[in-house]
């Protein structure tokens, strides 16, 4: 916040987390400076998102950095829940928390009340739009994607078959033509740059012969018997593009056979200890 030379701060979701005070918490209790949540429960309702987007919004440090720059953003999970799909998601339980998509668009709604956010362009019951394109004169553009709402449901760590089927996807059809149309269009400027919440580079285990993935698959604790193995290795993450291979492959071809050089994915999320 010292500092006078940004323009404004890209943020690539994870806002704030959903989870409660009690056992579901992320990360220690005992972490220095840190508040309880409010609510002290894991958030359901239009009500309990909008306390705690006000909760994130009290951190003095936030509140100066938004006083200061402009934000460019988008959601990852958390916004809503833990690895959140175009269904559902890991932390979501119906019988106790009713339909996901109400949820979800609960979440959006306080979303869009709190994040300094221009409203989407289009908005139903079954999508918020907010993958968009802004450009910076001849300098950059800069392709805001969304990487939630269509993409399908993770596939196991030890399915090789589903992660690596060509018919799943991440981003969707009409957000992948967006994609591609960034990639691709005639004039662009020097740079094109792609907001991306969820890393896109390869966090695998090394490719292994049959028989010591197997053994691997096995201290992954796989079903018996053992499912197929990814060609590339086993992804420590499949939320990640890790977990959709095919559709990477398609947007890193699509830009190699484009002969696009100067394409940057800025990634958010990943923990790691």
């Known amino acids: 916040m010292r500092r006078d030379d940004l323009d404004f701060v890209l943020h690539l979701g994870d806002h704030l987390y959903e989870y409660g005070n009690g056992e579901d918490r992320y990360g220690p209790a005992t972490l220095v400076g840190r508040r309880d949540h409010d609510p002290s429960v894991e958030i359901v309702t239009l009500s309990d998102y909008?306390?705690?987007h006000a909760l994130y919004k009290s951190d003095p440090d936030l509140a100066a950095l938004h006083r200061k720059y402009a934000f460019i953003t988008t959601w990852d999970d958390h916004e809503v829940t833990?690895?959140?799909?175009?269904?559902?998601?890991?932390?979501?339980?119906?019988?106790?928390?009713?339909?996901f998509v109400p949820r979800r668009n609960r979440s959006y709604q306080a979303y869009d009340e709190w994040m300094p956010i221009r409203l989407p362009d289009s908005r139903s019951e079954s999508e918020t739009r907010i993958y968009?394109?802004?450009?910076?004169?001849a300098l950059a553009d800069l392709t805001m994607l969304d990487l939630r709402q269509y993409r399908d449901q993770?596939?196991?760590?030890?399915d090789g078959a589903a992660i690596d089927d060509p018919n799943r996807t991440m981003t969707g059809p009409a957000q992948q033509a967006f994609l591609e149309q960034g990639l691709s269009a005639a004039g662009s400027p020097a740079w094109r740059l792609f907001g991306n919440s969820v890393q896109?580079?390869?966090?695998?285990?090394?490719?292994?012969?049959t028989d010591l993935a197997a053994a691997f698959a096995v201290l992954q604790r796989a079903p018996e018997p053992v499912p197929t193995v990814p060609q590339s290795g086993f992804s420590v993450l499949v939320d990640p593009w890790d977990g959709y291979t095919a559709n990477r492959q398609r947007v890193l071809k699509f830009a190699l056979d484009s002969g696009v050089g100067d394409a940057v994915?800025?990634?958010?999320?990943?923990?790691?200890?």
């Open 50 to 52: 909008r306390r705690r």
């Open 82 to 99: 833990n690895d959140t799909w175009r269904e559902g998601a890991e932390n979501h339980q119906e019988e106790t928390e009713g339909p």
């Open 265 to 273: 994915f800025l990634t958010g999320d990943i923990h790691s200890i």
């Open 132 to 137: 968009r394109r802004l450009r910076f004169g």
């Open 200 to 209: 896109i580079m390869p966090v695998k285990t090394p490719p292994l012969p």
């Open 154 to 158: 993770q596939a196991p760590a030890t």
